[in-house]
């Protein structure tokens, strides 16, 4: 039913979307040994913390500026070619330290992936600039100086990911205000690891537009009042969350429950291939397994474009393809 249906998406981590072949191209190429992280074609972890470590491994398989072009081009073709019109790409400066390209290069790459998949399919995307929460604050504000400086036009936002149960959101204060004065769209990791407090927390000392993930807000029935009052958008990621083990199943997720109390959600696939989903995917679970109609699935897309960090013009232009 939602196959042909067009789709956009605000939340996918760029090297969590590696399909396992690429990063076993790369690992070949790079003569790497992936038996810790990748088992029968697929990526292995346990828990977050293994789960971070898996990410981290297949993110340092891509070590030169033409390896990000080829890994953005690779993702946003697949999921054009599964009806998304739409994505926003979280993307750390920290990652192209870590390989020792630095950002620049690290953005420019990814940046020219993205030009290229939409030379080829029309896919429009923007690049939100990460900080990671178990770095500490001080790294954070680092990431937030650089996305302020503006240095590629596609990037027009800031979030926070990593370890939630590390630090408290009032530690990173700085850095969104960094992110804020720059004119960047801002998202934060709340609600995923940690409950309704930090989705709280969120609210009170970062004044988001969005909450990637946000859906353990459903634990306090005032917050999720207030969330829907603020007009907050949730950037909810069902596979993932059930992936983690946040909630059992999709039986028991909460998107219907968020979408009912009048809080403005969108289907996100986070990091797909670790999380055994897809932005089709779980565009498909949100019809067949939690039993949203047609319509409705058409107004979270909708809701996600009207919450995209673009200038007006590109908004009233991918409006007009829904
Ligand atoms: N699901 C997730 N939560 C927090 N940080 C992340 N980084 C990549 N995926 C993440
Ligand atoms: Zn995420």
Same mark, same amino acid.
């Given at each position: 039913?939602?196959?042909?249906?067009?789709?956009? !998406?605000?939340?996918?981590?760029?090297?969590?979307?590696?399909?396992?072949?690429? *990063?076993?191209?790369?690992?070949?190429?790079? %003569?790497?040994?992936?038996?810790?992280?990748?088992?029968?074609?697929?990526?292995?972890?346990?828990?977050?913390?293994?789960?971070?470590?898996?990410?981290?491994?297949?993110?340092? /398989?891509?070590?030169?500026?033409?390896?990000?072009?080829?890994?953005?081009? &690779?993702?946003?073709?697949? $999921?054009?070619?599964?009806? #998304?019109?739409?994505?926003?790409?979280?993307?750390?400066?920290?990652?192209?330290?870590?390989?020792?390209?630095? *950002?620049?290069?690290?953005?420019?790459?990814?940046?020219?992936?993205?030009?290229?998949?939409?030379?080829?399919?029309? @896919?429009?995307?923007?690049? /939100?600039?990460?900080?990671?929460?178990?770095?500490?604050?001080?790294?954070? +504000?680092? #990431?937030?100086?650089?996305?302020?400086?503006?240095?590629?036009?596609?990037?027009?936002?800031?979030?926070?990911?990593? !370890?939630?149960?590390?630090?408290?959101?009032? =530690?990173?204060?700085?850095?969104?205000? @960094?992110?804020?004065?720059?004119?960047?769209? $801002? &998202?934060?990791?709340?609600?995923? /690891?940690?409950? #309704?407090?930090?989705?709280?927390?969120?609210?009170?000392?970062?004044?988001? #537009?969005?909450?990637?993930?946000?859906?353990?807000?459903?634990?306090?029935?005032?917050?999720?009042?207030?969330?829907?009052?603020?007009?907050?958008?949730?950037?909810?990621?069902? %596979?993932?969350?059930?992936?983690?083990?946040?909630?059992?199943?999709?039986?028991?997720?909460?998107?219907?429950?968020?979408?009912?109390?009048?809080?403005? +959600?969108?289907?996100?696939?986070?990091?797909?291939?670790?999380?055994?989903?897809?932005?089709?995917?779980?565009?498909?679970?949100?019809? &067949? $397994?939690?039993?949203?109609?047609?319509?409705? @699935?058409?107004?979270?897309?909708?809701?996600?474009?009207? *919450?995209?960090?673009? =200038?007006?013009?590109?908004?009233?232009?991918?409006?007009?393809?829904?």
């Amino acid at each position: 039913m939602t196959k042909t249906m067009p789709k956009a !998406e605000l939340h996918c981590h760029i090297e969590g979307a590696t399909p396992p072949a690429l *990063a076993l191209a790369q690992a070949e190429r790079y %003569g790497v040994d992936t038996s810790a992280f990748i088992r029968n074609g697929e990526y292995a972890w346990q828990d977050f913390t293994s789960f971070v470590q898996s990410y981290d491994a297949t993110a340092n /398989l891509f070590r030169d500026e033409e390896d990000y072009a080829l890994l953005a081009e &690779t993702y946003l073709t697949e $999921i054009a070619e599964a009806g #998304a019109i739409y994505s926003e790409l979280i993307v750390s400066p920290d990652q192209g330290d870590a390989v020792g390209i630095g *950002a620049d290069a690290y953005v420019r790459g990814l940046a020219e992936g993205a030009e290229r998949a939409k030379a080829k399919t029309g @896919i429009e995307t923007r690049l /939100l600039i990460v900080g990671i929460r178990h770095f500490g604050p001080e790294r954070v +504000v680092k #990431a937030a100086e650089y996305a302020a400086r503006r240095p590629h036009p596609l990037i027009t936002g800031f979030n926070l990911a990593g !370890e939630e149960r590390m630090h408290r959101v009032a =530690d990173f204060t700085h850095a969104f205000d @960094i992110a804020r004065d720059a004119g960047l769209g $801002i &998202t934060i990791h709340a609600g995923e /690891l940690s409950g #309704a407090f930090s989705v709280r927390d969120a609210l009170d000392h970062i004044r988001p #537009a969005r909450i990637s993930h946000g859906v353990r807000a459903i634990e306090d029935a005032d917050l999720v009042k207030r969330l829907a009052d603020e007009g907050v958008v949730l950037e909810v990621c069902p %596979g993932s969350n059930v992936a983690l083990n946040v909630f059992p199943d999709f039986e028991s997720h909460p998107l219907r429950a968020l979408h009912e109390a009048g809080v403005r +959600v969108t289907l996100n696939s986070d990091d797909p291939p670790f999380f055994h989903t897809s932005l089709a995917r779980e565009y498909e679970v949100a019809a &067949t $397994i939690m039993g949203f109609s047609e319509a409705e @699935i058409l107004g979270m897309t909708r809701t996600g474009i009207e *919450a995209a960090f673009v =200038d007006e013009p590109t908004r009233q232009w991918l409006l007009a393809k829904l």
